[in-house]
């Protein structure tokens, strides 16, 4: 038990620099993004998610696969001065009842730009949740449709 104790009491200060740490980092996201190329913030994220609600396309069988920031045209990036306003936009790619739909939202703007559902047979990338209990009924297919 003293042991115990002791080795407790010995890694309490590297835990109390690892969360610190911890906190600093999630402090330091900033609320807006700094660059054009910057990863979508969390604000982000739900801006998304309340303009897909809202477009009336999302039904209650329509899940997120993927969600991630459109990157702009390279002459946008390099034209791109700090300071300068930065549009930003999220291609997203969902599903509902089996099909894949693709989606382009303005988070800048508000708004939908784009919702096309793809190619019959267009299969979406695995989540991870869905690759672990799939892996058995993949590894025994010699093709995967």
Not at 3 to 27: D, E, G, K, N, W
Not at 49 to 76: R, Y
Not at 126 to 136: E, G, I, K, Q, V
Request: hydrophobic share 40%; with cysteine; aromatic share 4%.
């Amino acid at each position: 038990m003293a042991m115990s104790t002791y080795r407790l009491l010995a890694c309490l200060p590297a835990l109390s620099i690892a969360l610190l740490a911890q906190s600093v980092t999630l402090l330091a996201q900033s609320p807006v993004p700094q660059h054009p190329l910057d990863g979508l913030t969390s604000s982000e994220y739900w801006a998304v998610h309340d303009i897909l609600h809202k477009s009336g396309h999302m039904t209650a069988d329509t899940g997120v696969s993927t969600l991630v920031l459109h990157e702009p045209l390279k002459s946008t990036v390099l034209a791109w001065k700090p300071g300068d306003p930065i549009e930003r936009e999220a291609d997203v790619i969902l599903e509902d009842k089996g099909q894949t739909i693709e989606a382009r939202v303005d988070i800048t703007g508000g708004k939908l730009e784009s919702w096309s559902r793809t190619t019959p047979g267009c299969r979406r990338l695995l989540r991870s949740a869905t690759s672990r209990t799939s892996a058995p009924f993949i590894a025994g297919r010699a093709h995967w449709p």
